[in-house]
């Protein structure tokens, strides 16, 4: 049995597609959603995934899918790094793909305690606080200077 990341009912694998980069071997999405198109945007899934990632994990969330999948929708540019947000689910992880992060890792995911920042910066900011990770930069450019 698997979890619909779309339609979040649990299904017998075989109404999955099958899917060679996944843990299980099998799309996230299941076969249905996939045909009757779901997606209502090009956020919606990757908005699904995080929300039922972090939901995995433990994290206790006070905001829905259709929360996250419209501050991706207004989240043009990351707000860390300026780059611009590009969204192209299915193809993989783009350094530049709209993610979820908590601002106060301490707390519990909520609409104030949320923002989207890109892939890459989630990725190097991992569970910092803002401050830290601005500290940890100057660290790097102290250490680094002009490369």
């Not at 779309?6 to 694998?13: A, E, M, V």
């Not at 972090?54 to 206790?60: P, S, T």
């Not at 006070?62 to 996250?68: A, G, T």
């Not at 979820?100 to 606080?129: G, S, V, Y």
Request: net charge positive; proline share 3%; with cysteine.
């Amino acid at each position: 049995m698997k979890v619909c990341k779309i339609c979040g009912k649990s299904k017998p694998l075989t109404d999955f597609s099958p899917r060679k980069k996944s843990i299980d071997g099998y799309r996230n999405e299941c076969k249905v959603c996939i045909k009757n198109n779901k997606c209502k945007t090009p956020y919606h899934t990757r908005a699904a995934s995080s929300y039922y990632s972090h939901k995995q994990r433990g994290h206790i969330l006070e905001l829905s899918i259709s929360d996250i999948e419209h501050m991706m929708e207004q989240t043009k540019v990351c707000p860390i790094c300026g780059n611009k947000m590009i969204t192209n689910y299915g193809n993989g992880h783009n350094h530049s793909n709209p993610t979820l992060d908590r601002i106060n890792n301490e707390l519990i995911l909520t609409k104030n305690n949320t923002w989207i920042i890109c892939h890459r910066c989630n990725l190097m900011k991992a569970d910092l606080t803002m401050n830290e990770y601005v500290e940890h930069c100057k660290i790097v450019v102290k250490n680094f200077g002009e490369v």
